[in-house]
């Protein structure tokens, strides 16, 4: 594969389109999830067997994020287009088989260890559940059930990495649609059929695991990535990716750690806490996923291969022009979510075994996530940047002290605000995480536009209260109706409305992402 430079103008359209097309996948993902989700809220509600599922499944995902898809990923990638840059597809085959090879055996004894020790990992994950017998037991038995979830996903995180550097980008976000809908079967097919039903619903998980890692196979078979044992743990490419790792799975415990605080926290808050969370975080999930998790999977290779070639300048115009699209399109879902939290949360969920209390708890849960949501991930894009660099270990400094700032708040804020005082701590450490990250950018990197970068926030900031001004009034009109037909095509208008109002005064304004995202539609639409 050859490598060479592109105009800055070139890199920003390529960095777009890939993102199209990544956050087009996932966003087919997405919404298999919010459908999956649905299901889950219907057959299980929020108190009972779906409390022990959200922490036993947590756990195996708490594990797959820090050492596969974050640290892993963070020091994967760099080094892997650093090699296709340097050597061609030889090369990054090469060290693609040795590195297969060892993150195989570790996930392996990972997955075997996690299902031996499963009754301490809970009793730390989530020690209220020691007072009530049958719900540690259960939690424990679906521990182990899901633990080996990690292998599979591992594993798909490094076919993820390599064909993206390759220049593949569709089936590895194509995976989780697969995985969701592995989700939906078991806990529809299953759920009359198994004595513990929420067993359905694991099983399901398990299969979708699999599914993800399927679907990238054909993938690797047209990069010529073969997966073939190589046990030459030695070579310099190995190690340099080691070496990253150290400082990359510091930082990625940082953001994990959190989560496993609030899940300790969050099991001694009253029944419902843990679900409550669990989903008001799957919806802010939505748009970062398709958005801004999308944006940083283009963008790393992009930046990665900027840095290898030393395009400064071209490596400074991509980071500032993927930041800004971050934030032109976070800000206006965060002000959408915050607007109409408790209208989407009645629509998508309220039916079954999920009550009207359940639609409050994670309404205002919801609310409180999403404070955070442009600041999450403009520190994830910034994270990337300082990745491409091959730079691991100042991102996990500074997350290392957001931490302890959201540790410190979620202790403070839990007692009066209970669960919505945890989710507000997690959007307070995202925002000292992004400043601290920015701060950082700007010491490292004199010529980046900070001035002109901060003025175009502002703008998207100040359109996004138009907008929220606007449809405000929709969500009072959404909640009075009388049927789950009209309250869904309520609903829906009054974001349509919202997007279009964004949008429209975003063109008006000529703001740069918002031209920049209508040239890529109508290249999309000739084609």
Not at 233 to 254: C, E, H, N, S, Y
Not at 294 to 299: Q, T
Not at 304 to 322: E, T
Not at 351 to 373: C, K, P, Y
Request: charged letters at 10%.
């Amino acid at each position: 594969m050859s490598i060479t430079k592109m105009t800055s103008a070139g890199e920003k359209g390529q960095i777009a389109k890939k993102a199209s097309v990544v956050g087009g996948s996932t966003l087919l993902s997405r919404l298999a999830g919010l459908a999956r989700d649905q299901v889950t809220s219907y057959f299980f509600g929020t108190v009972g067997p779906i409390e022990a599922f959200v922490v036993a499944f947590r756990i195996p995902n708490l594990f797959r994020r820090l050492l596969a898809e974050g640290a892993f990923t963070a020091a994967f990638v760099p080094v892997f287009t650093a090699a296709l840059a340097e050597g061609g597809q030889p090369a990054a085959a090469a060290l693609f088989k040795k590195v297969f090879t060892l993150l195989a055996l570790a996930l392996a004894a990972l997955s075997l260890a996690g299902v031996i020790f499963a009754p301490a990992i809970v009793s730390l994950m989530a020690p209220g559940f020691r007072a009530d017998p049958e719900q540690f037991r259960l939690t424990v038995f679906l521990a182990r059930l899901l633990f080996p979830y990690i292998f599979f996903m591992g594993l798909g995180a490094l076919f993820m990495g390599a064909l993206n550097s390759c220049g593949y980008f569709a089936a590895p976000a194509l995976g989780p649609f697969m995985g969701n809908l592995a989700m939906i079967g078991g806990t529809a097919l299953l759920f009359h059929r198994l004595d513990m039903p929420i067993m359905g619903l694991a099983i399901g998980a398990m299969a979708g695991g699999l599914m993800q890692l399927a679907i990238q196979l054909p993938g690797l078979r047209r990069a010529g990535l073969k997966l073939r044992p190589d046990f030459n743990f030695r070579a310099p490419g190995v190690k340099k990716i080691l070496l990253l790792m150290g400082p990359a799975t510091l930082g990625a415990a940082v953001y994990q750690v959190s989560i496993f605080i609030n899940t300790i926290l969050a099991s001694y808050l009253p029944d419902g806490s843990l679900p409550f969370l669990y989903y008001a975080d799957r919806l802010m999930q939505f748009p970062l996923g398709v958005f801004s998790v999308a944006l940083g999977v283009a963008a790393l290779p992009t930046l990665a291969r900027q840095s290898a070639l030393g395009d400064r300048a071209g490596f400074i115009d991509s980071a500032r022009f993927a930041l800004g699209l971050s934030f032109f399109i976070t800000i206006p879902a965060a002000m959408g979510l915050t607007v109409m939290a408790l209208p989407l949360v009645t629509f998508l969920f309220q039916r079954g075994n999920f009550t009207e209390l359940s639609s409050l708890g994670t309404a205002v849960a919801l609310q409180a996530f999403v404070l955070g949501l442009p600041f999450l991930s403009g520190s994830g894009l910034l994270a990337r940047v300082f990745y491409s660099r091959s730079d691991t270990r100042t991102p996990t400094r500074v997350a290392m002290g957001s931490l302890a700032t959201g540790a410190g708040a979620a202790f403070i804020l839990m007692w009066p605000l209970q669960h919505m005082g945890l989710a507000l701590a997690s959007s307070i450490a995202s925002v000292v995480n992004f400043f601290w990250l920015y701060g950082k950018l700007l010491a490292g990197e004199a010529e980046f536009p900070h001035r002109d970068f901060l003025c175009e926030v502002l703008s998207y900031v100040l359109l996004a209260a138009v907008m929220g001004l606007a449809v405000w009034p929709l969500r009072a009109w959404a909640m009075n109706s009388g049927s789950f037909v009209l309250l869904a095509a309520k609903t829906l208008a009054s974001v349509g409305v919202g997007v279009l109002l964004y949008f429209g005064l975003s063109l008006a304004t000529k703001r740069p992402h918002a031209v920049s995202v209508l040239n890529l539609l109508r290249r999309r639409f000739k084609k």
